[in-house]
Structure formats: structure tokens, C-alpha cells
């Protein structure tokens, strides 16, 4: 008991005057007070939780800065994965949205009942070059994100956003090369969705 | 008739679930659901016909015997023995 007791009184003496200035970096680093005083307090908590790894002879503050950084990088990190997630999602409704407007335009039967290798291969090759790899390794070559990813040196991530968002330009390419030819006629038979392709 | 709120979370996965890479209840969730959405059904069947095109545009190389000869040359110059 008084173990815990000296624990948090040298705690509360050596961390909890420098809060003002751990303010001051935490406005820094996340550009709003809100945002700063949750940082704080994450700060705080950490450094309460690993207050043993602490060298009582050395700078504090400085520590306590140091957690701060990593608490906002690790955080920044995470919304950042969510804001890929929440666009990759956003790319499938695209494609929803793509499906509608090839039923609208008598074109529903576009991918099952025509020829369309030349218009594919000349769409795939007007995309822009890191939207062009993902999807000629993924899609034409059959690779999986993690093959695509190591191939090209970037994140899984990456690859699921560039590869949806290239998905989507050769949708809409091939749909306005569609529209353009005349190919608009009654619908055409429908196809079981196949899972697993990059499993 | 299939939730509206259901649709979009199931529509949200459409690239993940056709590439095979949703977790296993996602997947049964999704499964069951275009069982009785025939419009979400359709938005899957779409892309994957999609998919099925792009995979097919693949244009085949033709086999170059040059080329390989020059390469299995290459390799035997390091030590290659090219086994029957």
C-alpha cells in the first residue's frame, strides 16, 4: 500500500506539472484544443501505466512529449486505415450506383453478352500507370492483393484503394464506350457471383 | 423485402466479397442476403460478369523458344543445368 501510495505521489510530483506544457504539444500536434486535451489525457494514462519504465534522473517533460508524439502518430495511423476502409467502401457503392445507370441505359448485358476484350484492353491501357499495375496484376493476371501488394512495394491498403478506383474508371469507360457503339438492347441472362478470387 | 439500411451494408462490401476477402460471417451475411435482395443480387452479378471480362482480356504470349533458349544460356553461364 504505501509501495502504490509513494508510486503515485511521485507520479502526481514529477508528471502533472508539466500538463500545461504537454498541452502546448498537443495543440501542436493536432491543430485544435479538443483534439489536444484528449491527447493529453491518453498521454497522461500512458505514462501512468508505464510510470516504472520512467528514469526518475532524466527529463520528464521530455518523456511525457515523447508519449504524446506516439499516442497522435499511432492515432493519426488508425483514422487514416478507417478513411481507406470507409473509401474502399464507398467504391463498391460506386459500383452499385455504375449497375444502375448500365440498366438505365439498356446496357445491363454489357460484361455477359459482349465482345468487349479490345475495348478492355484499350481502357485498361488509358488509365494512369499506379491505377493500370494494380489492376493488370490483380485482375488480368489473377494475383492477390498480397502478391500485388510485394510486387509493387506498397501497402495492402493501397492496392485495395487503387485497384477499386481503377475497377470503377474502366467501368464507367466501358459503359460510355457501350452507350456510344449502340450496343443498348433487352437485358441480358444473369450470372452467379464467384468469391474467393483473391482469397 | 430486404432492409434499405441492409442493401448499402452489403453493397459496401461488393469488391471485398467478390475478391474473396471478407471474414466468414460477413460472408454468410452477404450470402443470405442476396438470397432475398434480387436488386443487390443483380449490383454483384454485375461486377462479377465485370471481373469475368477483365479476366478474359488477358491476350496470350505466344511461346518464344529465343527467349527462353537465351535465358536457360544465361542461367547455365552461373552453374544451370537444365535437367530433361
Same mark, same amino acid.
Given at each position: 500500500?504505501?509501495?502504490?501510495?509513494? $508510486?503515485?505521489?511521485?507520479?502526481? =510530483?514529477?508528471? *502533472?506539472?508539466?500538463?500545461?506544457? *504537454?498541452? %502546448?504539444?498537443?495543440?501542436?500536434?493536432?491543430?485544435?484544443?479538443?483534439?489536444? =486535451?484528449?491527447?493529453?489525457?491518453?498521454?497522461?494514462?500512458?505514462?501512468? %501505466?508505464?510510470? /516504472?519504465?520512467?528514469?526518475?534522473?532524466?527529463?520528464?517533460?521530455?518523456? *511525457?512529449?515523447?508519449?504524446? %508524439?506516439?499516442?497522435? *502518430?499511432?492515432?493519426?495511423?488508425?483514422?487514416?486505415?478507417?478513411?481507406?476502409? !470507409?473509401?474502399?467502401?464507398? !467504391?463498391?457503392?460506386?459500383?452499385?450506383? #455504375? $449497375? /444502375? $445507370?448500365?440498366?438505365?441505359?439498356?446496357?445491363?448485358?454489357?460484361?455477359?453478352?459482349? =465482345?468487349?476484350?479490345?475495348? +478492355? @484492353?484499350?481502357?485498361?491501357?488509358?488509365?494512369?500507370?499506379?491505377?493500370?499495375?494494380?489492376?493488370?496484376?490483380?485482375?488480368?493476371?489473377?494475383?492477390?492483393?498480397?502478391?500485388?501488394?510485394?510486387?509493387?512495394?506498397?501497402?495492402?491498403?493501397?492496392? %485495395? @484503394?487503387?485497384?477499386? &478506383?481503377?475497377?470503377?474508371? #474502366?467501368?464507367?469507360?466501358?459503359?460510355?464506350?457501350?452507350?456510344?457503339?449502340?450496343?443498348?438492347?433487352?437485358?441480358?441472362? !444473369?450470372?452467379?457471383?464467384?468469391? /474467393?478470387?483473391?482469397? | 423485402?430486404?432492409?434499405?439500411? /441492409?442493401?448499402?451494408?452489403?453493397?459496401?462490401?461488393?469488391?471485398?466479397?467478390?475478391?474473396?476477402?471478407?471474414?466468414?460471417?460477413?460472408?454468410?451475411?452477404? +450470402?443470405?442476403?442476396?438470397?432475398?435482395?434480387?436488386?443487390?443480387?443483380?449490383?454483384?452479378?454485375?461486377?462479377?460478369?465485370?471481373?469475368?471480362?477483365?479476366? &478474359? @482480356? &488477358?491476350?496470350?504470349?505466344?511461346?518464344? !523458344?529465343?527467349?527462353?533458349?537465351?535465358?536457360?544460356?544465361?542461367?547455365?553461364?552461373?552453374?544451370?543445368?537444365?535437367?530433361?
Amino acid at each position: 500500500m504505501a509501495a502504490a501510495e509513494a $508510486h503515485d505521489r511521485a507520479f502526481a =510530483d514529477a508528471a *502533472l506539472p508539466h500538463l500545461p506544457a *504537454l498541452k %502546448r504539444v498537443a495543440i501542436a500536434l493536432t491543430g485544435n484544443e479538443a483534439d489536444a =486535451d484528449d491527447l493529453v489525457q491518453e498521454t497522461f494514462l500512458r505514462a501512468y %501505466r508505464h510510470w /516504472n519504465t520512467f528514469a526518475p534522473a532524466s527529463d520528464c517533460r521530455r518523456w *511525457l512529449s515523447t508519449i504524446c %508524439r506516439n499516442a497522435f *502518430l499511432e492515432q493519426r495511423r488508425r483514422e487514416s486505415r478507417s478513411t481507406a476502409v !470507409e473509401d474502399q467502401e464507398l !467504391e463498391s457503392l460506386a459500383a452499385a450506383r #455504375l $449497375h /444502375n $445507370h448500365a440498366r438505365a441505359s439498356g446496357v445491363d448485358h454489357l460484361f455477359t453478352r459482349l =465482345d468487349l476484350g479490345p475495348a +478492355i @484492353s484499350q481502357a485498361i491501357a488509358s488509365l494512369e500507370p499506379i491505377f493500370r499495375d494494380v489492376v493488370v496484376l490483380a485482375d488480368v493476371e489473377g494475383f492477390t492483393y498480397e502478391e500485388v501488394a510485394e510486387a509493387l512495394g506498397v501497402p495492402i491498403g493501397t492496392v %485495395r @484503394s487503387r485497384l477499386y &478506383r481503377a475497377r470503377r474508371q #474502366l467501368q464507367e469507360a466501358l459503359l460510355a464506350y457501350a452507350i456510344d457503339a449502340g450496343f443498348a438492347s433487352a437485358r441480358g441472362p !444473369e450470372t452467379p457471383p464467384a468469391p /474467393n478470387r483473391h482469397g | 423485402m430486404p432492409e434499405r439500411s /441492409n442493401c448499402e451494408a452489403v453493397v459496401r462490401q461488393l469488391w471485398p466479397y467478390l475478391d474473396g476477402v471478407v471474414d466468414e460471417s460477413m460472408r454468410e451475411r452477404i +450470402i443470405a442476403h442476396l438470397e432475398m435482395c434480387a436488386t443487390c443480387k443483380s449490383h454483384f452479378d454485375f461486377a462479377n460478369a465485370f471481373l469475368e471480362a477483365v479476366a &478474359r @482480356s &488477358r491476350s496470350d504470349v505466344p511461346a518464344d !523458344e529465343e527467349l527462353r533458349t537465351r535465358v536457360v544460356q544465361a542461367l547455365s553461364a552461373e552453374g544451370f543445368k537444365l535437367s530433361a
